[in-house]
């Protein structure tokens, strides 16, 4: 059973407005969330994170929301940029297991120039 | 390189075959990860090293599937007796510190060795 849902595939925008991405998850036991990026052919690479203490972190063009009550995290670009274009994957970590983090499906966004 | 290095990059393996799966992590790494990512899906928790010792195996599908760290550096995932559904892409991840404590920032991901197998 999958922890951490992304239940958009893919996501496009227009160059300048907001990318919002969106991520679910159903264990409330989770205390650290995280997004990921990867572009084609390379390896996942740390974006953003945010503890369960808070409700949101910031980080330049970067800001993630967490809604625990919803058990949701969303992430928020702004401006968009065409480098943004990519897989943006959603994890979490904790619980009964302190090594692991769970992946979501992943959301490709598409910035368009 | 500075990075985590894994090889092959690209391997084709009929069912049947053992293959063998190399990582290189960033030099002085403690933690040592491997993760599968099949087509279409987020990278999913294989095992997890400490130094040479492999504290969590919880991941793996079957006992097809062995991995090793032996002197604490490189690590190999061996999948014997290769089916279709172990074709996927097979990350490698390197902290320097135990776990997951050296997050957020500090776990990295290698490219990937991507198993095809026919």
């Known amino acids: 059973d999958q922890q951490v849902k992304q239940n958009s595939p893919s996501l496009s925008v227009q160059e300048g407005r907001i990318s919002i991405l969106n991520c679910d998850y159903t264990n409330s036991m989770f205390d650290y969330f995280l997004w990921y990026k990867k572009y084609p052919a390379e390896g996942p690479t740390f974006l953003i994170s945010?503890?369960?203490?808070?409700d949101k972190n910031e980080d330049g063009r970067f800001t993630v929301f967490l809604n625990k009550s919803a058990k949701h995290l969303s992430l928020h670009i702004v401006p968009s940029q065409p480098g943004d274009s990519a897989v943006y994957f959603c994890?979490?970590?904790?619980?009964?297991?302190?090594?692991?983090?769970?992946f979501g499906s992943g959301t490709k966004l598409n910035v368009k120039p | 390189g500075a990075g985590v290095s894994q090889s092959p990059r690209y391997k084709v393996a009929k069912r049947g075959q053992d293959v063998a799966l190399r990582c290189d992590p960033i030099?002085?790494?403690?933690?040592l990860f491997w993760y599968q990512q099949a087509l279409g899906q987020g990278p999913e928790f294989l095992t997890y090293f400490q130094n040479e010792a492999q504290l969590d195996k919880s991941g793996l599908p079957s006992d097809r599937f062995f991995a090793e760290r032996p002197e604490g550096s490189v690590s190999t995932l061996k999948i014997q007796r290769t089916q279709q559904e172990d074709s996927a892409v097979y990350l490698c991840?390197?902290?320097?510190?135990?776990?997951?404590?050296?997050?957020?920032?500090?776990?990295?991901f290698g490219e990937g060795s991507r198993l095809t197998v026919l």
């Open positions: 994890a979490a970590s904790g619980g009964n297991n302190f090594n692991k983090f769970y």
């Open positions: 030099s002085g790494h403690v933690s």
């Open positions: 945010i503890s369960s203490i808070k």
């Open positions: 991840a390197s902290s320097p510190k135990p776990g997951l404590a050296g997050v957020p920032g500090e776990l990295f």
